[in-house]
């Protein structure tokens, strides 16, 4: 009943509600959602011509400040403050920017969208706060689009649905199935391996050794030294007659 009086309000009041729905960006993008960023489509074509003059923000709440959420709030103020988010601000206000940030229609080819949670050096500074600061948990957060002309609020879309972030696993859940086997595995890849290492040396050390002792026992083969060789004749001895007396 609350949100439908607070409806009524805003429409009583001139504000304009949208017929849109934020959404997350295209899963072919890649890096849809982190530990502490998503990625939203760029409301293109959603707001009028004749706003030309607004500036467009983007709310960022946890889900049990969307039913009593104030738009007369402003940016900036403590309640507002990325910093307080969101124990002391359950809700706050951030890339603001104007219409002809978001043409119509939207140029082929050109990606559209917004990374929410990508500044980091803001984050901690309370003079900035409406930083884009990283997302302090994995949420569920839910998100609306908020034009406000001179600080006054003249149209808005209809909040997301419920945006979870991805969480860490802890090193202690992550199951163990198979690690035997696993580490089996290694133990046996590294003995191969030792092993390889060890044939690979012996059979170094043999060509090393082989070819030294071939250098060594080697003989030097060089041309013989002429032999001159005498021939001798050899002469005939003939009996001779015996003296006579």
Same mark, same amino acid.
Request: hydrophobic letters at 40%; glycine letters at 8%; charged letters at 15%.
């Given at each position: 009943?609350?949100? &439908? ?9 001139? &504000? ?9 960006? $295209?899963? #072919? ?20 011509? =004749? ?18 959420? @104030? @738009? $007369? ?7 507002? =403050?990325?910093?307080?988010? !969101?124990?002391?601000? !359950?809700?706050?206000?951030?890339? @603001? ?5 978001? *043409? ?13 949670? #990508?500044?980091?050096?803001? %984050? ?9 600061? *990283?997302? !302090?948990? *994995? ?13 006054? *609020? /003249? ?19 992550? !199951?163990?199935?198979? $690690? ?6 290694? %133990? ?8 390889? =290492?060890?044939?690979? %040396?012996?059979? /170094?050390?043999? &060509?090393?050794?082989?070819? $030294? ?13 002429? /032999? ?18």
């Amino acid at each position: 009943m609350l949100p &439908l009086l607070l409806l009524l309000l805003e429409m009583a009041r001139g &504000l304009e509600v949208l017929r849109y729905t934020p959404t997350l960006a $295209s899963p #072919s993008l890649g890096g849809l959602k982190t530990t502490s960023t998503f990625v939203l489509e760029q409301p293109r074509c959603v707001f009028k011509e =004749a706003q030309g003059n607004v500036v467009i923000w983007l709310v960022v709440a946890v889900p049990e400040a969307v039913a009593d959420f @104030n @738009n $007369s709030v402003g940016p900036g103020t403590p309640t507002r =403050a990325f910093q307080g988010f !969101p124990a002391g601000a !359950p809700a706050y206000m951030t890339l @603001n920017t104007t219409l002809l940030n978001y *043409p119509c229609p939207k140029p082929a080819g050109e990606i559209t969208v917004l990374r929410v949670g #990508s500044e980091t050096s803001c %984050a901690g500074d309370e003079r900035r706060p409406t930083c884009n600061g *990283p997302l !302090p948990g *994995p949420g569920p957060y839910r998100v609306k689009f908020l034009a406000l002309k001179d600080s006054v *609020p /003249v149209a808005e879309t209809a909040w997301s649905e419920p945006i979870a972030l991805r969480t860490a696993q802890p090193l202690s859940s992550i !199951p163990t199935t198979g $690690s035997s086997h696993s580490a089996g595995m290694i %133990a046996l890849t590294s003995i191969l391996s030792i092993l390889f =290492a060890i044939l690979l %040396a012996g059979l /170094v050390a043999v &060509l090393v050794f082989w070819g $030294s002792d071939a250098c060594g026992g080697s003989s030097t083969f060089s041309k013989p030294e002429a /032999v001159t060789v005498q021939r001798y004749n050899t002469h005939h001895v003939y009996d001779q007659p015996a003296a006579r007396l």
